[in-house]
């Protein structure tokens, strides 16, 4: 009887101290952050994982973590933004072919004739003026002539607008093939990450960063490039049909078969 009760008030010592042990176990669980419940590393361990993800990131972080193929992408950038800048502002429509300058031209030169004043003003004024000017140079020759030196002026005013429009559009062809090939050089560091002895994380990552941001860039810069390399050459191919237009219509009036 002795010995039942001994061994009743042992079970009953052991079955309170683990009811203890659960209760620490379940205080210190609840008293953990969610995203750290069931997870056995500490909280700065975690918060040193996704640093590389926070949005307080800067630029050069960025540039970092894309690695040195994202630099030739930069560049790039930096030359389609100067472009598509610079064509903005010379391809206005009031500053290539200003509206009311043939019937101006037209009313002085019925006043005064073809003078040196209103050539070489011509000459020195927007596109559209150099070709009123190169028809006016030859105003008392015949039609053919006329045209013939109107056409010409008007060849190199149209390379003249198309300045710079090829840089640009290489830059939308190549800017994809430049994040392809930072895309691979990430790749070519993912595989290089496994050593003999094990996985190298670090590596492993950098690789990953380096392909994704190159790709994302590339296309970036591609896509609007591309944008304004076909607007560019939409709007001077209009302003080259207006400008043909009103130097026809120059020549018809000086040669009187359309009414002024």
């Known amino acids: 009887m002795w010995i039942t009760e001994n061994h009743l ?47 307080d990131g800067t630029v050069w972080e960025i540039i970092q973590a894309a690695g040195w193929p994202i630099w030739p992408l930069i560049f790039a950038s930096v030359i389609a933004l100067a472009i598509i800048g ?22 002085e030169l019925q006043q005064s004739g073809a003078t040196p004043q209103l050539l070489a003003r011509l000459s020195q004024g927007s596109p559209l003026a150099r070709i009123l000017a190169a028809g006016l140079r030859n105003v008392k020759a015949s039609r053919e002539l006329m045209r013939e030196s109107i056409e010409e002026t008007g060849r190199g005013i149209a390379h003249e607008l198309e300045r710079f429009l090829t840089t ?27 050593t003999p002895a094990g996985l190298n994380p670090v590596q492993l990552a950098h690789g990953i960063s380096v392909a994704l941001y190159n790709t ?32 026809v219509r120059l020549v018809d009036i000086i040669h009187g078969a359309r009414a002024a």
Request: proline content about 5%.
């Open 86 to 107: 610079e064509r903005a502002w010379s391809l206005r429509d009031n500053s290539v072919s200003p509206p009311n300058l043939l019937a101006q031209v037209v009313q």
């Open 216 to 247: 994302a860039f590339g296309l970036v810069v591609a896509i609007p490039s591309m944008i304004f390399y076909r607007h560019y050459r939409a709007k001077v191919d209009a302003l080259i049909i207006a400008m043909e237009q009103q130097a």
């Open 168 to 194: 640009l559009g290489t830059i939308a062809a190549m800017s994809p093939l430049l994040g392809l090939f930072g895309t691979t050089i990430g790749m070519i560091e993912m595989f290089s990450a496994q």
């Open 9 to 55: 008030s042992c079970e009953k010592s052991r079955l309170a101290t683990l009811t203890h042990q659960r209760a620490v176990v379940s205080g210190n669980t609840r008293s953990r952050s969610p995203e750290l419940r069931g997870v056995g590393l500490p909280k700065h361990s975690l918060q040193a994982k996704v640093r590389p993800f926070d949005r």
